[in-house]
């Protein structure tokens, strides 16, 4: 059974500084794609990112960066000089070739920026 | 904004009632996926349709129920109300591949209390 594990429920930074957001999955499939998403107080769920299991090559985009290793089974989000808007919860999310177009979500991290 | 639109925002119901949420997918989308957001939690997969028939579902009991109308538009029903029903509904919408787990793009969300 897929299963995707966001161990840090709630982080606090002050404007500027780097955060990295981690998260660990858990796959029987050798095909998956992994997914990040943020959620800011609106509640709708904005894409951020798509990787398929046969891609491992490091994402960056603007402040986002992504590391995705299949070795440990993680794939994590860092967020260089955070803002502010970068306030939100952020959700990790699985699909597997086998269970159709069906997201399996983790828990959440709650990033909050102080000014 | 990704397009997909929900109604509506909220909504308040009474135990035992029964509620009809709707999603509009994406222009070029064919595929509608409903997940169920409890507060705190990450989204969990109700159930997803394509060509008008479920394409899969979740651990939700049958009085969760849905359609997909021609135009790719969906509802979803829920009978007999309980008080664990209230949540954030989100809708998302996607084409179908075969190739694989196709982005999920997701609506602003419809928030159900129930009393």
């Known amino acids: 059974a897929q299963k995707v594990t966001q161990a840090q429920t709630e982080i606090s930074v002050v404007e500027k500084e780097d955060v990295t957001l981690d998260c660990v999955y858990e796959t029987r499939d050798t095909t998956y794609y992994l997914f990040w998403y943020k959620q800011p107080p609106s509640g709708e769920l904005v894409f951020l990112i798509r990787?398929?299991?046969?891609?491992?090559q490091n994402e960056i985009s603007g402040r986002y960066s992504w590391n995705f290793q299949k070795s440990t089974s993680s794939f994590n989000f860092t967020i260089t000089a955070s803002q502010v808007v970068d306030s939100a919860v952020y959700f990790c999310a699985l699909s597997e070739i086998n269970a159709g177009n069906m997201l399996t979500f983790g828990g959440g991290t709650r990033l909050m920026v102080k000014p | 904004e990704t397009g997909v639109t929900q109604s509506p925002t909220h909504l308040i119901k009474t135990r035992g009632q029964q509620v009809t949420l709707r999603c509009s997918s994406q222009s070029g989308h064919n595929t509608v996926s409903w997940y169920q957001q409890a507060l705190g939690q990450g989204p969990q997969f109700i159930f997803q349709y394509y060509r008008e028939e479920e394409n899969g579902r979740g651990n939700f009991p049958p009085r969760f129920s849905g359609l997909q109308f021609p135009n790719y538009s969906s509802e979803l029903n829920v009978n007999a109300l309980e008080l664990d029903d209230s949540a954030l509904y989100l809708c998302?919408?996607?084409?179908?591949?075969?190739?694989?787990?196709?982005?999920?793009?997701f609506g602003p969300g419809t928030r159900l209390t129930v009393l």
């Open positions: 998302a919408s996607s084409s179908h591949s075969l190739a694989g787990a196709d982005t999920q793009y």
């Open positions: 990787r398929n299991s046969f891609d491992e």
